[in-house]
């Protein structure tokens, strides 16, 4: 069970273990705040939505903000989860280069709309909320980078800097990819990307061969 499970407003309902009441919780608060924004939305309205009283919601967290910092963490963890997967799904690098870029991909086109939270929220001036979107683009890049280190003569800032560039493109490109309609299917789109982004860093050799 995820938090962006359906969570369709229902009758004030049955009790439900705590990890799958809080489970609810969360799947109706991402609606609810990818919908309407951190500062539009109200404890009301994700009570409501989750179809409990307010002070079961409070039961589980203990205001607005650290109901959204919890949907945070849970969305930046599964973004570094999916591109460590893509990383160590093949030892091929070209390979590697398409399955990072997908998982970007297929993140954005997620349909409970996460990604906003993490790229799109209107809460960065908040310190903690900052700290996270900061922190989740820097662990995705350190794993790159990683890879690059380890597989070329090029030094760890170097590779950070190869890194960062390649997850920022990737997703900059998915974002404008969905918010442009989807007119390129979502796999046809990432091969695009990832066509260019092979043709720049397949030109650094890999450790033991000709420069």
Known sequence: MTAIEQTEARPRSTRLPRRARRNQLLGAAQEVFVAQGYHSAAMDDIADRAGVSKPVLYQHF?????????LLDQHCEALVKAVRGALESTSDNKQRVATVI???FAFVEDEGGAFRLVFESDLTNEPAVRERVDKVSLDCAEAVSEVIAEDTDLAAEQSMMLA??????????????????????RDAASKLMSSLSWRGIAGFPLHGTEH
């Open 62 to 70: 203990p205001g607005k903000l650290e109901l959204y910092l919890a």
């Open 102 to 104: 997908s998982a970007y």
């Open 164 to 185: 960062v560039g390649l997850c920022g493109m990737a997703q900059i490109t998915a974002r404008y990819w969905l918010s442009a309609g989807q007119n390129i299917p």
